[in-house]
Nanobody, 119 residues
Framework: QVQLVESGGGLMQPGESLRLSCAAS????????MGWYRQAPGKQRELVAR???????FYADSVKGRFTISRDNTKKMMYLHMNSLKPEDTAVYYC?????????????WGQGTQVTVSS
């Protein structure tokens, strides 16, 4: 059974940094592309960043240059390093795994971790 568990969220001030973690189980992991999504109140869930099995990355324009996605295949962990946080980054952040080539998002979601950016 696939399980994704996010952690690391919190209440932050604008300009601060935060690292989110995603622990995966029930999948091979090293051959799977992984992604971070987020959902703000009243908005649709949106892609934040993706990372392939070979660590190629893709970022949404809104976070490019501020966020960095990474993975540790030996630990089956994925990370999202968030710098220069803005109030508009406030959302629940979710981990996702691609299980079918070319299909995003995949069918499995974690419970999410809340990130709130406010002065």
């Amino acid at each position: 059974q696939v399980q994704l568990v996010e952690s690391g969220g919190g209440l932050m001030q604008p300009g601060e940094s935060l690292r989110l973690s995603c622990a995966a189980s029930g999948i091979g992991f090293s051959m799977n592309s992984m992604g971070w999504y987020r959902q703000a109140p009243g908005k649709q869930r949106e892609l934040v960043a993706r990372i392939t099995s070979t660590s190629n990355t893709f970022y949404a324009d809104s976070v490019k240059g501020r966020f960095t996605i990474s993975r540790d295949n030996t630990k089956k962990m994925m990370y999202l390093h968030m710098n220069s946080l803005k109030p508009e980054d406030t959302a629940v952040y979710y981990c996702n795994v691609q299980v079918s080539p070319g299909v995003w998002p995949g069918p499995y979601w974690g419970q999410g971790t809340q990130v709130t950016v406010s002065s």
